[in-house]
C-alpha cells in the first residue's frame, strides 16, 4: 500500500508556478494533496492499533523485533546502501567521462580547486620557476653590477643600468654598500653626478652602516663630493618646505575663501527718503 500512496503524493505535490491558472491548480492539488495524506495516516494508525489491541502475549516480542529491524532497515541500512552504491556509481561515470564533471561544474556553478584546466595546472608550477629565475638573474645582475663599481669600471655599470636601471637603488647581501656608495668612495665626481641626474640615483640610500653618499663624502674628506651632495640636499629640502608650504596657503585660503562665502551678505543702506514737489509753491 506505501509503494502506492507515495507515488501517488509524489503525482499531487505542489509546483512553484506564477499564473492564475497554475496557481488554482496548485490550491487545488495541495488540498488534495493534504487530504490524502491525513486519511493514510489516520487508516495507517488504525490498522496499528488494531493490531496491538489483537497480539497476544506470546507474539509481542516476535512482533516487536520485527517493528526494529524494519525500522534499522528503513532508516540505515537502505539509505547507507543506497547512497554507497550510487556514489560508488557517480565516482565511476566522472572518472570515465571527464565532460559530465565540468557540465556539471557550470551546472551547478561549483567548481573545487581541482576543476582548474589541466593546462593552467602544469603552466602554474613553469610560471614559479621562470619568477624564481628572473629572482635569481636579478641578483646575480645586481652583484655583478655592484662588482663592476667596486672595480671601478663604470662603462659596464652604465651599460648594465642602461638595461635594467631599478638595479642602481639596491644593495645586494654581502656587499656593504650601493653603487652610488662606491662612486663617492673612488671620488669620481662625474660618475655621481651621472647616477644621480641621469639615472636618478637615492643619495638618502643608507650603506650597510647607516652612512648616506653625503656622510661617506664628509668622512672620506672629499670636499668637491661633499660640496655638490651638501647643495644638492639642501635643494631638496628646499623643494619640500616650497611644497608644503604651497599646499599650506592652498589649504588657508580655501578655509578663508569657505569663510567668506558662508558669511552673511551684508546689510543694505535705507532708501533715500521721498521727495514731494508741490507745482505753485
Not at 66 to 72: E, I, N, R
Not at 129 to 138: D, L, V
Not at 180 to 203: C, F, G, K, M, Q
Not at 208 to 217: N, Q, T, V
Amino acid at each position: 500500500m506505501v509503494d502506492l500512496v507515495a507515488p501517488l503524493l509524489f503525482i499531487l505535490r505542489p509546483q512553484q508556478t506564477y499564473s492564475a491558472s497554475s496557481l488554482s491548480k496548485n490550491t487545488a492539488k495541495m488540498v488534495v494533496f493534504w487530504i490524502l495524506f491525513v486519511i493514510y495516516n489516520c487508516l495507517a494508525l488504525y490498522i496499528v492499533m488494531v493490531f496491538l489491541a489483537n497480539v497476544s502475549d506470546a507474539d509481542g516480542n516476535d512482533w516487536f523485533v520485527s517493528v526494529m529491524f524494519s525500522l534499522l532497515k528503513g532508516f540505515c541500512l537502505e539509505p547507507l546502501g543506497t547512497a554507497f552504491v550510487l556514489g560508488t556509481l557517480v565516482t565511476i561515470v566522472i572518472g570515465c567521462r571527464p565532460s559530465i564533471r565540468k557540465r556539471a561544474c557550470r551546472t551547478t556553478k561549483i567548481c573545487p580547486l581541482d576543476e582548474e584546466d589541466p593546462q593552467q595546472q602544469q603552466q602554474q608550477p613553469q610560471k614559479q620557476h621562470q619568477h624564481q629565475q628572473q629572482q635569481q638573474e636579478q641578483q646575480e645582475d645586481l652583484h655583478k653590477l655592484t662588482e663592476c663599481a667596486r672595480d671601478g669600471e663604470w662603462d659596464l655599470v652604465f651599460e648594465m643600468l642602461d638595461k635594467s636601471p631599478m638595479l642602481l637603488n639596491e644593495r645586494p647581501p654581502g656587499f656593504d654598500y650601493a653603487v652610488l656608495h662606491l662612486a663617492v668612495i673612488h671620488d669620481n665626481l662625474e660618475v655621481v653626478s651621472t647616477l644621480i641626474n641621469r639615472y636618478h640615483a637615492d643619495p638618502d640610500l643608507p650603506s650597510r652602516y647607516g652612512e648616506k653618499a653625503l656622510e661617506i663624502a664628509k668622512n672620506l674628506g672629499h670636499k668637491d663630493l661633499y660640496r655638490i651632495l651638501s647643495q644638492r640636499e639642501g635643494t631638496d629640502q628646499t623643494t619640500r618646505m616650497r611644497s608644503i608650504c604651497t599646499v599650506a596657503t592652498l589649504g588657508t585660503d580655501h578655509k578663508q575663501t569657505t569663510s567668506l562665502h558662508n558669511q552673511p551678505p551684508p546689510p543694505q543702506p535705507p532708501p533715500p527718503p521721498a521727495v514731494f514737489t508741490f507745482f505753485g509753491s
